[in-house]
């Protein structure tokens, strides 16, 4: 008999730092589920990030139960996947400690999240898990030998660092870890701020009508969009001298499946605050039954409990198995719990 051929594993997460937004939906949820039949799939909720920048602890809590239930919501399916919580699993604060020792700390440095975030801890101490960030978030990818990993664009050089800490550990080790490929799908890779449309759209966005939540109402969703900012010109074309054009399309094309030269055709000659209307009646239809699906959920406290659980129990084996390998490769005592 033919040996059964294993599906890729595929790893990725998304941090508790506010409600989930629609970048983040189309440029990564939305590619997790279409993924999660193929593949053996691990998503988690990345609190330890979370706290690299200051965050209320109750809030805290909150943001990373709601983050299940948008998971859910969105269409990741627990039958199919394994959904956890990354500080409740023991082995990515010490893999991260591993990988940390084994990073260049100009590399570290050079990162773009790690340069921008720090400059806009203004008043702020920055603290040193800023830094360290990359190291953590390649420890969650190599502490389950993932093969694939979905982000948006600016993750890329997370993934690059990744990529060279496993080939370093495997040089100086021996073959342990796989190295690990980026899934980076064009369209909404890259969604963005409806008030500065060449800023991402992001969750820490201090202006309230940039971001467009999918916790948000119809009337906010219609607000939010009424209000973007887009040329002074008339016509509906995607071209870099038009970044406000070009994003609503690209949001419009991520929502219908459309493809962007379709929409263009469709939408000649339409005034601006029409195609505005338009793309808001869109992303409505999108967001709404994943905010009532989200409603639903958010009351149901004991099945997002067991869905973490079950995932906890899941993900915590297979760390532990790889831990066992790590330590006694890097020379640490065996312990006997591994
Ligand atoms: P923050 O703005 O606070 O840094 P964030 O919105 O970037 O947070 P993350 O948890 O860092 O949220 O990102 C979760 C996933 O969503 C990642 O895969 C990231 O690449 C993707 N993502 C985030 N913002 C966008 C965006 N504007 N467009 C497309 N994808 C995005
Ligand atoms: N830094 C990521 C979130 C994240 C992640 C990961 C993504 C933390 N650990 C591991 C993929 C794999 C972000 O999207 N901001």
Redesign the pocket.
């Known amino acids: 008999m033919g040996e059964k051929k294993q599906k890729p594993i595929v790893l990725?997460?998304?941090?508790p730092?506010?409600a989930i937004?629609l970048?983040?939906y189309?440029?990564?949820?939305k590619n997790w589920v279409a993924i999660q039949g193929e593949a053996d799939c691990l998503f988690f909720v990345?609190d330890m990030?979370a706290i690299t920048v200051p965050q209320d602890p109750n809030q805290l809590r909150k943001n990373s139960i709601d983050c299940t239930a948008a998971y859910l919501a969105c269409g990741l399916d627990p039958g199919n996947s394994h959904i956890f919580i990354q500080s409740q699993i023991i082995g990515h604060a010490e893999l991260a400690w591993i990988l940390g020792c084994l990073a260049p700390l100009g590399q570290l440095e050079r990162m773009t999240?790690f340069k921008d975030?720090a400059s806009r801890q203004t008043g702020e101490f920055v603290g040193a898990g800023l830094l360290y960030y990359p190291a953590l978030m390649a420890a969650d990818i190599l502490l389950y030998n993932a093969h694939l990993v979905?982000?948006?664009?600016?993750?890329r050089q997370h993934l690059e660092l990744t990529r060279d800490l496993a080939e370093k550990f495997n040089g100086i080790y021996g073959p342990l870890f796989n190295v690990p490929e980026p899934l980076i799908r064009g369209g909404?890779?890259?969604?963005?701020s409806l008030q500065n449309p060449t800023a991402?759209?992001?969750?820490?966005?201090p202006n309230s009508l940039a971001t467009v939540f999918l916790s948000d109402t119809d009337d906010q969703i219609m607000k939010k969009f009424r209000s973007a900012v887009t040329d002074s010109g008339a016509e509906i074309r995607a071209s870099d001298e038009k970044p406000g054009i070009q994003n609503l399309l690209n949001i419009l094309s991520g929502v219908c499946g459309k493809s962007i030269p379709e929409l263009e055709a469709n939408y000649a000659g339409v005034g601006y605050g029409k195609f505005k209307t338009t793309v808001a009646e869109a992303v409505i239809g999108c967001v709404r039954p994943i905010r009532e699906r989200m409603e639903t959920l958010k009351k149901d406290s004991q099945y997002l409990w067991d869905v973490l659980e079950n995932g906890r129990m899941e993900a915590q084996a297979r760390a532990n198995a790889l831990m066992a390998k790590v330590y006694g490769r890097i020379g640490f005592v065996r312990r006997a719990d591994l």
């Open positions: 990725t997460g998304m941090q730092t506010s937004h970048g983040n189309l440029g990564a949820l990345s990030h999240q975030k979905p982000v948006g664009e600016d993750q909404c890779a890259r969604v963005m991402k759209m992001s969750k820490s966005d």
